[in-house]
């Protein structure tokens, strides 16, 4: 669809809705609003009853989203509360993302945010064709990396002194006593917490939202003592791994893990690496969270103490009951840690670990990153301006925006999450874990611009004396430098709505003077596992890498690798506003609609290397073609509908689901009739395949730069060297060891697994799949695929061929073990057949058939005839060893033996 816009056909300004006075513009009700906004529509009332004023003189292309400052107007719910998505001006799009807080590893619930903005970005920019500047800012100064960068740096001193033996006042064993004291507090903590929160019930009236979060809070606590349990539990484990049998710790671990009996391949392992074995087996049966987790947990913990180092002992101890040892002993010797480089080189590591996550899941880069300790003077430029505004004021070092005063100007708060004063929790959630009573504030929702810093945090020289920045003020100060005092969109996850947004618009509407700092927010539903949140907080996390990391069996060799495609497919299968549950059942679903792609593929870029134009009796399409046309365009307005729709990629993906589940039919259809495929048909609905998923990111090539590789005309042709390379290396390879096999006139076989290792090995590790044909004078099929995956399948395939193997020579066995019992009972002397039961007889006949029992009483028949059946049957065994055996029993059975004995060895 193309919008034209001529600035002719719109009407004089004086008849344009608003009016400019003053270079500020006001809409209808003169509220004043940002001059880069330009001409506005009708204001809307929403959320609060706070104004918003639709943009108007960008480009409309017919997409409307799910505006979070407008959600909920007029009563309005779902799809009838979208609104039309217009930027300020013409295409461009000034776009901030709420970036980390670099205290640790992204985990998958962070993945849910950025990867949902990602996906959202490229259909505005590459879909609907909207210039975006995109920007992120990285939060390098916190509370939560204060903590974290101290409590590192007082854990490490704590493994150094008690790692120095006991003459230094430490060792192991005082080790062991501060580590339990510090996992005992903070039982305590949690214990009393929970019961006054089950003695403090909610009122008769509370609303379902009410009661939800309620019940989450309760869920929330009851895990996290559940976890602090689990710790206890960990420590024991280790303490009894130093101090008495880390192989009665192992054994009981493995019993509570279910593990099958430990293979014999693994008999002669050392201990760390059946440790290391385990681990890995576990890790990949479940997602984090679960009972399979905390044997992990066991295991490493277990694994460390298996070094005979008393700091391997003590990191162990240190390892397993981090978060209640750093606690401790933050309250204890927090404030002594005051080297700005322990939290610099803290951020830094996981700023930059961040940014390798991002590309390993392929979410493109932003435009513009900052940070915020880049930014310290324009931050106290901003506060100071806010101050002058006479919305803010300083007290006791620190500075407050006035809410009262911000009100009485006549702003609005609390536009995202409207509602009466701010609730402790809210309030201890936006001022950080390290704020103080709040005392010097003049009222309770009052919230921080500047901090003072208190020792053991960093610090920064400024006029109401050291301190550092609060933490909404970095993302207004940092985004309106980089794109100025109006943006069109801002995005963060769902959690930010209240405090963080609803603060980050006051402050800049009191530090610009007007009522729209941005038009559209956007915010991404919660990824949560087994009901809860993903957070750090709950430790019910996964972390980018661990979810990307392969993941092999001990027991058989066999791998699963869970990649960045499946991760952004099961992204666009789930609406992007809303929760998702995380689960191997949606990554299983993931694998397979990746799989029906790849089919999909497969069968149109065969359909390519056809030579359809001498094949083809006739151009033009048949009946079924005609109708698969008729779906491809119809998949192309509905897949456009889906997406003007609030990004519906859930509808989108649907919808392509059924195209290609119809080409593949076609094709099949057309195969069994002979008829010839409609070649173009086929490639135009592959062309527009790849297009959407290009869109999407789950294609590769969107962002090359370069002419990239030339196949003729007047390109240069630079990268072709490069590409073609290990092809036609692999060809030479292939050629050569065909001609060594010819020139000593080896038997077929050697060629025909020379063919094979191409195949399985070289073709593999080129990214080319490769699948004989079962037809004389047909060839062999191809086609590209990731590397990574073919090896796993080979692997696995490998490993069902193992797993045949195996069982076929246990068979084989079997029947070799069986035999040889038989042979060495025939070989038995005839005269000694009864020699096991010789004291409970007296008389036996010529055969040797005992006839009279120990006291000189007859034999009964029926035992008679039993002992004659026995001697029979023997007889006729000894009969066919002899012939066996060619009248060597000796040989004879030291061959079966000889047998057995290579049979187990190949078992091993």
């Known amino acids: 669809r193309i919008v034209i816009c001529n600035s ?57 989203v799910n505006n979070t400052l407008t959600a909920g107007a007029g009563g309005k719910k779902g799809a009838d509360a979208y609104v039309p998505f217009v930027p300020a001006a013409g295409r461009q799009v000034k776009w901030y993302t709420c ?144 101090t008495t049998s880390v192989a009665a710790v192992l ?73 209640e040892l750093g606690e401790t002993l933050d309250e204890e010797l927090g404030s002594t840690v005051r080297d700005h480089a322990i939290f610099n080189e803290h951020a830094r590591k996981y700023e930059r670990e961040f940014m390798e996550d991002l590309e390993l899941l392929g979410v493109r880069p932003p435009d513009v990153l900052t940070r915020v300790t880049d930014y310290i003077d324009e931050i106290k430029t901003f506060v100071q301006k806010i101050i002058d505004n006479g919305l803010a004021y300083a007290s006791n ?114 530090c610009f003077g007007h009522h729209q700092w941005v038009s559209y927010f956007f915010h991404a539903g919660h990824l949560h596992i087994k009901g809860l949140k993903m957070s750090k907080s709950l430790k019910n996390f996964i972390t980018i890498r661990q979810a990307l990391a392969k993941q092999t069996s001990p027991e058989d060799g066999s791998t699963t690798q869970t990649t960045a495609r499946h991760i952004r497919l099961m992204f666009l299968m789930q609406a992007w506003d809303k929760p998702m549950e995380y689960s191997d059942t949606e990554i299983g679903n993931a694998r397979k609609r990746e799989r029906k792609f790849k089919n999909f593929f497969s069968e149109v870029q065969e359909a390519q290397t056809e030579d359809w134009l001498a094949t083809q009796a006739q151009l033009g399409w048949s009946a079924d073609d005609r109708e698969l046309n008729a779906l491809l365009m119809d998949t192309k307005s509905k ?73 003729g005309g007047n390109g240069e042709a630079g990268d072709v060297a490069a590409t073609v390379e290990p092809f036609v290396e692999a060809l030479v390879n292939f050629r050569d060891e065909v001609r060594a096999h010819a020139k000593v006139k080896a038997e077929p076989k050697a060629v ?73 009972a025939a070989a038995v002397d005839p005269a000694e057949l009864f020699a096991d039961v010789r004291d409970q007889y007296s008389a036996f006949d010529d055969a040797g058939i005992p006839t009279k029992l120990a006291d000189g009483t007859d034999l009964p028949k029926k035992t008679y005839k039993g002992l004659q059946k026995r001697a029979n049957g023997f007889q006729k065994d000894r009969e066919k060893l002899l012939k066996s055996a060619n009248g060597d029993v000796v040989a004879y059975i030291a061959a079966i033996e000889a047998d057995v004995a290579d049979l187990k060895m190949q078992l091993q």
């Open 397 to 510: 070092g620190s500075v407050y925006l006035s809410i009262a005063d911000f009100k009485k100007a006549g702003h609005h708060y609390r536009k995202l999450k409207p509602g009466g004063d701010t609730s402790a929790k809210d309030m201890a959630e936006g001022e950080g874990d390290l704020a103080g009573d709040g005392a010097e504030k003049k009222h309770p929702n009052d919230f921080a611009l500047w901090k003072a810093s208190k020792p053991g945090e960093p610090e920064w020289d400024s006029p109401w004396g050291k301190g550092r920045p609060g933490w909404h003020i970095e993302c207004s100060a940092i985004a309106s430098d980089v794109l100025g005092p109006y943006m069109d969109v801002h995005a963060g996850g769902i959690d930010l709505t209240f405090p963080h947004h609803d603060n980050e618009l006051a402050q800049s509407e009191a």
């Open 8 to 64: 002719k056909l719109l009407p004089p300004t004086n008849q344009r809705k608003g009016s400019m006075e003053g270079g500020v513009l006001g809409g209808a009700s003169d509220t004043p609003l940002p001059q880069e906004l330009g001409n506005v529509g009708d204001a809307i009332d929403c959320r609060g009853g706070a104004p918003w004023h639709p943009p108007t003189e960008g480009v409309d292309v017919g997409l409307v």
């Open 639 to 711: 897949v456009h509908a889906a997406l003007s729709r609030n990004f519906n990629t859930k509808e989108a993906m649907t919808v392509l689901d059924v195209l290609i589940s119809a080409v593949i039919k076609t094709k099949t259809d057309a195969a069994a009739t002979s008829r010839p495929t409609a070649h173009l048909l086929l490639r135009s609905t592959g062309v527009y395949v790849t297009k959407i998923l290009r869109v999407f990111g789950i294609v590769n090539g969107a962002d090359d730069i370069g002419f990239g590789i030339e196949t």
């Open 251 to 323: 054994a009981d671990i493995e019993g509570q893990a279910g593990l099958p009996p430990t293979p014999s391949v693994m008999a002669e392992w050392s201990l760390s690496r059946r440790l290391a074995s385990f681990v890995t087996h576990l890790a990949g049966k479940e997602a984090a969270g679960t009972e399979q987790s905390e044997k992990v947990a066991r295991l490493k913990d277990v694994s460390a103490a298996v070094e005979s180092t008393a700091e391997g002992q003590v990191k162990a101890l240190a390892a397993a009951a981090a978060d």
């Open 752 to 824: 025909l697994d020379t063919c094979d290792k191409v195949r399985d090995e070289t073709l593999v590790n080129l990214g080319v799949r490769l699948e004989d044909s079962t037809q004389d004078g047909v060839s062999s099929k191809w086609r590209l695929d990731d590397p990574e995956v073919l090896r796993q399948e080979l692997a696995e395939i490998r490993a069902a061929d193992r797993k045949r193997l195996q069982q076929k020579v246990q068979n084989k066995l079997t029947k070799r073990e069986g035999e040889l019992a038989k042979a060495r």
């Open 99 to 242: 970036g980390p807080t670099v205290y640790d590893s992204a985990h998958l619930g962070h993945a849910r945010a950025y990867l949902t903005f990602d996906i959202l970005r490229r259909i505005v920019e590459d879909y609907f064709g909207y210039e975006v500047t995109y920007h992120v800012n990285v939060t390098d100064v916190d509370d939560k990396i204060i903590k974290r960068a101290r409590r590192n740096k007082l854990i490490a001193d704590f493994v150094e002194k008690h790692s120095a033996g006991d003459d230094n006042g430490g060792g192991y064993a005082e080790a062991k006593k501060v580590v339990d004291v510090a996992v005992a507090t903070r039982l305590t903590k949690l214990t009393k917490k929970l019961e006054s929160h089950k003695t403090t019930p909610l009122p008769e009236t509370a609303n379902k939202q009410e009661k939800e979060a309620y019940q989450t809070e309760l869920d929330e606590m009851l895990l996290k003592l559940k976890q602090v349990t689990f710790t206890q539990d960990r420590v024991v484990h280790i303490d009894t791994a130093v």
